[in-house]
DNA sequence: TATGAATGAGGATTCATTCAT
DNA sequence: AATGAATGAATCCTCATTCAT
């Protein structure tokens, strides 16, 4: 790939990152290639789809979040606290992004990709995280590691726009709720 | 109201509502118009407005769900029951009418009469039977009535979507998480 | 006619005057029927086009107008006095109804009823005053009568739009024009 | 700018001048769009309010007119020639273009920027004009620029519909009478 | 005769996507 | 490889006019 290539790649992610907060991730595509300068047809040359151009965005905090999960299994006092605390980790990153929550419902066409990206890659580590969690509090599974992320992937959705609405605390509700069962 | 006034706005509810469910409540007014049969001003005879179609369509099913919420206190075996089985009629509902959820979101500007018609009407009947609740298992209140019925909202988001996203479950345990925090 | 179908004209013509005064001779049908507070059906009954509700509306006003010439010009010291009372009388006309005098252009296909009777009834008045006028300050004439009204007109449009522009000053202006020029 | 961007605008302008003779400066953007042989996108990105468009359209006749004044002024016998001339080329122009009259006045929400152009280009010239005119008549102003330019306008609408009706006459007297008032 | 419900043409505007330069 | 001009489908909303009741 040539310098000005790169070059143009990197300023499509931030220039991005930057609208999609501003405005969710169905800002038009004039206004992201305005922000990194670019022509509207380079933004075309590098994603062909929105839905890729999301997911780049938004690779290396869920790459993040992804290897956060071992390692807060090994750091934390108990298994549950590991797992709150990894949810706690998600959940900040989607709140923040204003709209991304909403995306990952793979509805529409479109967004398929962030969607299985997402689920590709976050499901075997929340799976891990809530087996562990499971089996140190004697619990049997009452859900499974796709759907716990996809609650609370919609717990989320719009908290930001909502001041009286407190997705984390719900979300810690969930947890409790999926550890409760007492193991017959 | 004229007899062919009345037969329209009823033709105009059960069209919304199919269309809703096809396309969400922000398909265009044209398709809700063409299924109905009518003549797109006739949409704005009776509905000047997106959010009061949208109002219209579930408000019969709204006023059902309220209705339900003493009832089921009376007739439950415990308060916790009648919380149990109300949610799970709230999501039933949910669920049936692809997009409503989402709809509930007061995002979008159009609807803000949606959003402010559920919360009014619901979510003095969640309290209540929350209240009960928490109080029957001797439990102290980790979230409100708003916040709950707001996560059950949001867990429905999607669900007729996937087969693999079982929201009612969800939903249990999320109610399972805010009565089990001991009191004191 | 019925009696019930007098008092249904009477409500129409001063509802449509109070409307026109509000949003222009252009105003939506609905908004005059509501006000006289009858259907729309009932404007169409007594007014088959709008440029003969405009012309009913104005009836009075354009007759009393008409009147005047004759009675201004016995009354006046001279026929120019005459002449330019009667100008400025007609200009108070047309200036306090809100787009009237823009309706006087025979423009569109519906004002043609509207400038027929302007000019059928107008036209001679001003003519009589314009010539006696001219003779007494021994002037030939250097516009027909159907020019100077219609110049009139025109100066007037816009005038209650724009405090700056003072249409009775320009019409005395032209009235000195078209006295001024010297006969031979 | 590209080549065939500027041969767009150019066939615009020129579809537009067209169009506005035709149906005035309220023509559909369809209209414009279609005889220009442009998608309506394209007008919306050369001219993003319709005034905009009416402004580049007339543009060249402005300036010209504008730049007419002191020419006139230099070249003719007397300042009142010179006034004389130059509202007749005014008014040629205004004639000529079928519904621009109307348009200057400002009171359609988006003609504003049409509006404001032809005061703050034209009544600047007018004023000098008139000011020498009177000068050299030893007359004392009776109406300022603005007001004379715009009763000229005013006087103008119409006249392409209208084989009776000789605005151009109107207009010299208008004159006459301006500077009809003696000093003193 | 009166009503006002219904119709639907008409016009503005936005934006994803293509493709000539 | 990059640009950004152009396209035109999609959608909203208003209101004159007709006609069933």
């Known amino acids: 790939m040539r310098v000005d290539a790169r070059r143009n790649e990197q300023a499509l992610l931030e220039a991005a990152a930057a609208v999609f907060v501003t405005s969710g991730v169905d800002a038009p595509v004039r206004a992201i290639a305005a922000r990194a300068g670019v022509g509207m047809g ?6 062909p789809t929105r839905s890729e151009l999301v997911v780049a965005v938004y690779r290396h ?3 993040a979040c992804a290897d956060a ?3 807060l299994l090994a750091e934390s006092a108990t298994p549950e606290a590991a797992l709150r605390a990894w949810v706690a980790l998600f959940v900040e990153f989607l ?13 529409s066409a ?6 299985s990206y997402f689920v590709d890659r976050l499901v075997p580590v929340c799976g891990s995280l809530l087996h562990a969690a499971l089996k140190s509090v004697d619990s049997a599974a009452t859900v499974d590691a796709y759907n716990l992320l996809k609650g ?16 984390d605390v719900l979300v810690q509700l969930l947890i409790s709720g999926a550890l409760a069962h007492e193991a017959g």
């Open 152 to 167: 609370v992937g919609n717990l989320c959705i719009g908290a930001a726009n909502d001041a009286n609405y407190e997705a």
């Open 42 to 47: 380079t933004i075309y040359r590098h994603f």
């Open 110 to 115: 479109g967004s398929d990709a962030l969607h």
């Open 69 to 71: 999960g071992p390692r």
């Open 95 to 107: 709140v923040t992004k204003h709209g991304l929550a909403g995306a990952l419902q793979g509805d």
């Open 61 to 63: 905090q869920v790459e």
